[in-house]
Structure formats: C-alpha cells, structure tokens
C-alpha cells in the first residue's frame, strides 16, 4: 500500500487530495489532505472520483486512427505517419490559417498542455486559433487588459479577509470558485459571516450559494451591466465614490461619472427586476463597509454585455476604495508569475475572415468557427486540431458545428476519450490520467486568494506518452520536420527560451514541463525552485495576498485605466438596450452540478447516480400559462435549434427564466462512453445562438437566450 499526495487537477481549487493505492496499483481511496497548506482536507465528488477516473475502462489506451469510417487502435508511430502524411500538404497547399486549433478547458489543469500547447500553436502560426476562453472568461481578460494592462492581472477577492461579498452570476458553493481559487468554499464564505460581514448574490436562480447567502436578488438574465452602472451612479449622486489611495493612480475617473449618469436606480429598476430602492442600499452597505469586494463570473461573463459588466466590477471596487487593498479585491503574486517586458494589452490585430470579428488575446471567437469552415474561399478552414476540448457539446450551436466538421479534410483530436468531438477525428491521440504525469496549477496560482504552490510528481508511470511530447511530435510535424524530429532537442529550445526570458542559464538536470517550472520559479518572487517544492509535499504557503498597485499595472499611461475606450465604445449599446421596449418571452441560463465537470465526466458512475439532471428548471407561474407539468417532456426552440428535455418545475428560478444545464447529449452516434450514454441527457448548445455575442470581446451569450417552451 502506498500513500500519494496530490494536487487535484480537476477544477480552479486546487484541492490537495491523499491517494491511497494497494500492491496492484489499484487507487482504493481518495480523501482530502488535510495537511495540505491551501485546502486543509478539503475534497469534493469529483476529487474524490480521481481513482474512478485513473480506473475508467473507456479512457484511450492507445492512438486512434480512422479507417473506413471505423476507428482502430495503432502505434504513436502509425499515428504520426498519418498525420505526416495529411496535415503538412493542407498547410502547403492552402497556408497556415487553413488549420484551426480549439483548446479546451482541461489544457489549462495541464501543464504539460499549458506550456507545451502554446509550442505547437505559435509553429502553426494560424490565425484561426480558439478556445473554451471565448465561451467563458473572455470579457474579463479584456476589463483587465484594457483597465490594468495585463489580460492575466485579474483581481480576485480576498476572500479570507473581507466583510462583504457582492457575487454576481456565480455559484461558488456549487463551482468551488472560478477566477477565484479557493478550496473549501463553504468553510471560506462561513469565515465571512463569523467575522460578521455580508454576502449578497444576484443570480436569476436561488442557488446554493443564494441560499447560503445573507440576500439574493434574482436579476433578469443580461442585466447585470445595468445594475453595475447604477450602483456606480448611486456612489456618485450620493458622494460616496472614494477611490483613496487609488486616486494617484486613477485616470478616467470624470468620465466614468459622466457614463453613468443615464444609469439612475429608477431607469434600470424595471429592467433588471431589482427595486431603485434595494438598488440604492445595496450601493450605501459597498460603500459603507470597513471593506468589500464585487466579484462577477460566468453569469456576467457569457451574456450580452460581458465586458462591460466585468469592467464595471472593477469599477466598483476602485470607486469603494477596495481595489488593491486587503479584503477587497487584490492581485495575487504567483511564485510562477509571469514578470518584466509584458506586452501592452491589444485587441483586433486581425479579424476572422466571415464575419469579421475582432481577435482577443490572440483568438477569434469560437462561435465563428463554423463559418471559417463552411465558407469556401481563400483562408478557409481545412484542418482542426482540437486539443483537451469537446466544442460539440461546449460551444454555441453544436448542431452547425457538429455538421460542419464532417466538411473537413483532417481532424486531429488530442483527447482522453472518443467523444461527442473526437469521434469526428481522423486520429485520436491521448494523454496519461491525472495520476500518471506531474501537475503544478500554474494558470490558477495566478487567481488564488492566498499565494501559495504545490507541486505534483507523477503517482504512477504512464503507459502513454506525457503529453509535451505530443505537443513536441505536432510541432515537429506542422514545422517540417516530420515525424522523427527530436524532441529532446525542440524541449532543449523551448527551455532555452524560457531560461532567455527569465535571464537565466538554462538547467540540463530535468526535460519537460518540470524544467520550466523550475525556470519560473528561479525567476519568480519567492526565491523557491522546484526541489523546495519537492521537499513540500503538501505545499508551500507564501502569506494572504499584498497590494501591488502600481507594479502590477502595465498600461500605456502607467496608470489604471477606469474609462478605457474601447469598452466605453459599448456603452451606446447598452443605452440603446436601455430604451428598447420591455420583451418579455422566457430566456435560457445555464446551471452547473457539483458532480460535473463541463461535458466530460459524466462517464464516472460516482458522479451520475441519483437520476437525470439535465432537465428544464421552470417557475410554476411560466408552467401553467405554457400546460407544462413536472416530469413530462418540453421542446425548447431558439433561432440555432431546437431540443427536448424533461420539465423540473421549481420557483427557484425567477419567472421568466429557464434553466438547463450543459455539458450533456452523450448520445451520439460512435463514441465510447458507455456510462455517459446509459444516461445522455440533452445537448443545451444546440439552441445557443452562435450569432448573440458580448461585442467587444466576441465572447458568447450563454446565458439569456431567447428561447420558446413548449410541450411535446
Ligand atoms: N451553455 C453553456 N455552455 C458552456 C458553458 C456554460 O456555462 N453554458 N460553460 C463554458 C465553459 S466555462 C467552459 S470552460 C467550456 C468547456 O469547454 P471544453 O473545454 O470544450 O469542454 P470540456 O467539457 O471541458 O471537455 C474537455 C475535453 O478534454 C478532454 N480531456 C480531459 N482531460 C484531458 C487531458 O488530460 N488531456 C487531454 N488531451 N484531454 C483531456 C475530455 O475528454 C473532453 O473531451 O464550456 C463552455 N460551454
Ligand atoms: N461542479 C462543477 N464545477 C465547475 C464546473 C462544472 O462544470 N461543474 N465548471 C468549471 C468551469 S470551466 C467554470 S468556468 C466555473 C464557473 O463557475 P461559476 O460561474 O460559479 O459557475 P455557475 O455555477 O455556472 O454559476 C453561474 C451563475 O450565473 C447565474 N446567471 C445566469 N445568467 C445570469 C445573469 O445574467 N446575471 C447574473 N447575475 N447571474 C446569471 C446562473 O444562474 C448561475 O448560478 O465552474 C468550474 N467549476
Ligand atoms: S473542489 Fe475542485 S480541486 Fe477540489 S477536489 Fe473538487 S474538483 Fe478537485
Ligand atoms: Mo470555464
């Protein structure tokens, strides 16, 4: 028997788990560290199915390769001459935009994918590069960059200190935090309230956070901005907006005062469904807090005014003074930090080639993507590579995009299952489980409420390649090279490259994603390497978070920018939203599950018992007026498409609203995920509507969906 401790990869909390093997190397327990200096035995359902995962008979054990419309399992090598064979001739013949890459969500809890990914992706050089970012937390990589600089300089609450949390569109309780990484939630929000503080949450769903909560204002869907702007208004009108020691480092503040003026509690009040005068205390009790913090997420994010609504959080946590101070908002110090000769944020450096919309941070929105493979012409979209991603279930009108890539001349899947998305692939190539390669969570260290580092060595040896090199393999097969090219050799060089830019001699002891670790740990602020964090199995703690105003800022004028033009340049839309006559059909939101993982862990039986959760969450009023009756069937219709799925009636959604969860529809046609498809629910992305986007940043409307219920 043997004892590993582990970070868990699974989500943004970064739980430190205790893995229990026996002689077979079978994994018999999996429970919270409770040494572990972050998460202090903290697990939840799906930490706890790690061992279920790592033991998952339907996980890729080999290369897939399409044969006749069949798939096979071959060698890495018979893989590599296929995709040598195919891909390097759709690069000549038709350049480098006609391959597109989509990265999924996991590459983020994946270093090897993290560091390594970006790798393959520059080699390609293609335009069309998208990601899981595009239907997630796009505007705020775009509020940050446009206001502090830095698309990565995220302020996140400081969770552990404050006395008043403001959630807006987020369900941590049920999440376990994004944008926010903190383990144990629960026992966190817990700490707020015995310190004798206040938590609000606006969500058109009394959640299980709202529940915990000390208030809940159920919102109309996509109103947030509006609420936003007036809660900024309400500081002005009533002399409460008191940026402190902000002040010095402020521009724009006259102009945000100015925008705001339209946006009185009484204009927005009917809008947003939120009394003018609940409006006005709820901007008194932010203001008058000893600190406070506003923190938004998916709910503000994938909904038509995304960037605008996530710039306004940060608004209001300038205008209370609460930004960059202790218990407010504050920028975490990673010992991976990224730091000097950050690039100045920029936005539209090209255009998708269809609809012409603008790249952010270095992608096209992936509700485009089945236009750039649909329409002929120069620059059309020939070959995807999808990498840790499952769009047909995760992005805006799967049906298209489902439709559309079967017009492809090659696919590559990079994935651990054959799924809804790989099972269109030409070759399928997957990766060792979490229990078989090292992790350190070097994107969420960057969003975590104290700074901490953990790392991960590998519990097990894997049977399959560490995905590096893999990323190596394509790269070399994309630059020329083919499939022999050495990867040590291409490693060397992209540690090289590290070690340049961190002005240091590059390390020779350790290859892979370990080196370069261990590269930004030298460089980073702690004065760590990885052998420390070795020595550290249940983690290193480096303190609460710190001010870092004004180092963290790099913007043009060195200073925030509260006003910052192209956000403002959204703002005549909201107006216009504004003044539009009320339309009161019934829109669609989202809700997650505490034992789901976006679309692709529903192949775990400890994480599907307990009945089908994908259903319709409607409110008894909107039921009788449409004859909808619990438990039996309702087709829901929007402009992208149409689906059935059971009624679930509850007054736990505002009127107005209705809800389905995503990540589902496992049925069809060619995957290998029996335990998913025993139980496959309906794809909700089949009625998103690929065409409703959050202007500035391209980012999808997931949440607020015009959609039509009716019974089958
Ligand atoms: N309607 C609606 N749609 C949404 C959302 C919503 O709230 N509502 N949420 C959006 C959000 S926030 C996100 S992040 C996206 C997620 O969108 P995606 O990232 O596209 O989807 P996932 O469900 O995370 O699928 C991840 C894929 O990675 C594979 N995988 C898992 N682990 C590994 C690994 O270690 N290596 C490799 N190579 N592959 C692996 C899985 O098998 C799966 O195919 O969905 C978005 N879609
Ligand atoms: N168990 C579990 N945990 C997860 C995931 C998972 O799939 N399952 N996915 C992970 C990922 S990739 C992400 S990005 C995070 C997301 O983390 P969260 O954002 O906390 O996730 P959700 O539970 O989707 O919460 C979004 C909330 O927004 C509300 N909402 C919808 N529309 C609006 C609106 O217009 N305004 C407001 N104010 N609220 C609105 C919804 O009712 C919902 O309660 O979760 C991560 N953690
Ligand atoms: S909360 Fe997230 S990190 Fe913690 S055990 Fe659950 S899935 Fe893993
Ligand atoms: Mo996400």
């Known amino acids: 028997m043997t004892t590993a401790h582990v970070t868990c990869p699974l989500c943004e909390a970064t739980c430190g788990l205790e893995v229990t093997l026996d002689a077979n190397q079978q994994v018999t327990r999996v429970k919270g560290d409770d040494n572990d200096v972050f998460s202090r035995g903290y697990i939840c359902p799906k930490g706890a199915s790690l061992g279920a995962l790592h033991h998952d008979p339907d996980r890729l054990t080999a290369p897939l390769l399409k044969r006749d419309g069949e798939f096979v399992e071959v060698s890495w090598q018979e893989a590599y001459d296929e995709i040598d064979r195919r891909l390097p001739p759709i690069l000549e013949e038709h350049g480098r935009d006609a391959v597109a890459v989509y990265a999924g969500n996991p590459g983020v809890h994946n270093i090897a994918l993290t560091l390594y990914g970006r790798v393959l992706y520059k080699a390609l050089g293609t335009k069309n590069f998208y990601s899981a970012t595009s239907v997630d937390q796009l505007p705020k990589h775009y509020s940050s960059g446009t206001m502090f600089g830095d698309p990565l300089a995220i302020p996140v609450p400081d969770l552990d200190r404050t006395r008043h949390l403001l959630i807006l569109g987020a369900n941590p309780l049920v999440s376990n935090g994004s944008l926010m990484t903190a383990p144990d939630i629960r026992g966190r929000l817990r700490g707020i309230r015995e310190r004798g503080g206040k938590i609000v949450v606006v969500d058109p769903r009394r959640t299980r956070t709202a529940q915990f909560a000390d208030e809940h204002h159920a919102i109309r869907p996509g109103t947030d901005a509006l609420l936003l702007f007036a809660l900024v208004n309400v500081l002005f009108a009533e002399n409460r907006a008191r940026p402190r020691k902000l002040e010095a480092h402020l521009n724009g503040l006259d102009d945000v005062r100015e925008l705001a003026r339209p946006f009185t509690p009484e204009a927005v009040a009917q809008r947003t469904g939120i009394d003018a005068d609940e409006i006005r205390r709820l901007a008194r009790e932010l203001a008058e807090a000893d600190n406070a913090v506003v923190y938004g997420r998916i709910g503000t994010t994938t909904q038509t005014f995304g960037t605008v609504a996530s710039w306004l959080v940060d608004v209001l946590n300038v205008l209370t003074g609460n930004l960059d101070e202790p218990g407010g908002a504050m920028f975490p110090l990673a010992a991976c930090q990224p730091t000097g000769n950050r690039r100045p944020f920029a936005v539209g450096r090209w255009h998708s080639r269809v ?280 087709s829901v219709t929007s402009r992208a498409g149409k689906l059935e799925v059971p009624v679930e009636v509850t007054d736990e959604v505002r009127p107005g609203v209705v809800s389905i969860p995503h990540g589902w529809g496992h049925d069809a046609d060619g995957s290998r995920t029996r335990v998913a498809r025993a139980n496959p629910g309906v794809n909700s992305n089949l009625v998103a509507d690929e065409t409703l986007l959050d202007v500035p940043s391209g980012t999808t409307v997931l949440n607020g969906i015009p959609v039509e219920v009716a019974p089958v």
């Open 355 to 634: 609809r012409g919309l603008p790249e952010v941070v270095g992608e096209l929105p992936v509700a485009t993507l089945a236009d750039e493979i649909e329409t002929p012409g120069d620059g059309q979209v020939r070959a995807l590579i999808t990498v840790s991603g499952n769009p047909c279930l995760s992005t805006p009108n799967a049906g298209r995009l489902s439709e559309a890539l079967k017009g492809l001349d090659f696919m590559i899947s990079v994935d651990v299952y054959l799924n809804e998305t790989s099972r269109q692939a030409d070759v399928i190539l997957p990766g060792p489980s979490p229990l078989e390669r090292p992790h350190f969570d070097l994107a969420f260290y960057q969003l975590s409420v104290r700074n901490v580092a953990n790392w991960t060595p590998a519990t097990l040896p894997s049977k399959l390649p560490q995905e590096w090199e893999t990323m190596l393999r394509l790269t070399g097969i994309v630059t020329g090279q083919g499939p022999e090219a050495d990867v040590e050799a291409l490693d060397d060089f992209v540690a090289a490259d590290v070690a340049r830019r961190a002005k240091l001699e590059v390390t020779r002891d350790r290859t892979g994603p370990a080196r370069l670790v261990d590269l930004m740990l030298r460089a980073g602020p702690y004065d760590v390497t990885l052998a420390d964090l070795e020595a550290a199995p249940h983690g290193m703690d480096f303190g609460p978070l710190k001010p870092r105003i004004p180092e963290v800022l790099c913007t043009a004028s060195g200073r925030i920018e509260l006003a910052p033009a192209t956000i403002v340049a959204d703002v005549p839309r909201l107006r216009e939203e504004l003044a539009k006559p009320e339309d009161d059909g019934l829109v669609l939101i989202g809700r997650r599950h505490l034992s789901s993982n976006n679309s692709w862990m529903h192949n775990l039986k400890p994480l599907v018992r307990g009945g089908n959760r994908c259903t319709v969450l409607i409110h008894p009023a909107d039921a009788t007026r449409l004859g909808l009756t619990d438990g039996a069937l309702a």
